[in-house]
């Protein structure tokens, strides 16, 4: 999978971690489409700037979430994108979406899957006493933050944490997970059989997270 479309709703820090690596020599992929469901979101900025197309498809344009997941499907399709990438993407696909891009989606979230899916993670994640918390990234299934884990990286809560202090050491390593899994999946080194993610041989660790 060379080509990748990115899902953005918002901030888009994950989308210029993975600019960031697609801009790396020998990375396998590279992005050809960023497309926000918000107009405006600050994350389009980091696609423009690095001369990536980029487009809005409003959801609130669309009488109904079949219709928007159209518009999102051509939109991937005319920009040739072969694998699709959710960094920070908002909005809960349709069964008919998610099962065009069977095993071509990913999704990162913030936390160590199957805990704490969802809205309000970090908040959550810290009520219930947690000690450890930390990042997946997983291959998208109808059911919200469902799917093939491809991989997770771990981070501490610390005593004295808020919601936000742990969701800025999250978001850190997710900076460093996504691109790594993409690669993965990007290479044919991960792949999903049997509804569960299989790795070449010998594939690397993760830098710079355990
Ligand atoms: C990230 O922390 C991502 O894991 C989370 O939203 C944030 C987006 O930040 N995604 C979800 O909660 C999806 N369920 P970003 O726009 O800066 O990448």
Known sequence: YRKIGVLISGRG??????????QTPDYPAEIAVVISNRPGAPGLQFAESAGIPTQVIDHKHFASRTDFDRALDDALRAAGAELVCNAGFMRLLTPEFVQLWRDRQLNIHPSLLPAFRGLDTHERAIASGVRISGCTVHFV?????????VAQ???????????????ARVLRAEHQLYPWAVRLVASGAAWVEDDRVVYAPDVPQPEGVT
Do not use: Q, W, Y
Not at 13 to 22: D, K, M, P, R, V
Not at 141 to 149: Q, T
Not at 153 to 167: F, S
């Open 141 to 149: 299934r109808a059911e919200m933050d469902e799917g093939p884990i």
């Open 153 to 167: 990286a771990a981070v501490p809560v610390l005593p004295g944490d808020d919601a936000e202090a742990l969701a």
């Open 13 to 22: 820090s994950n989308l210029a971690a993975l600019i960031e690596a697609c």
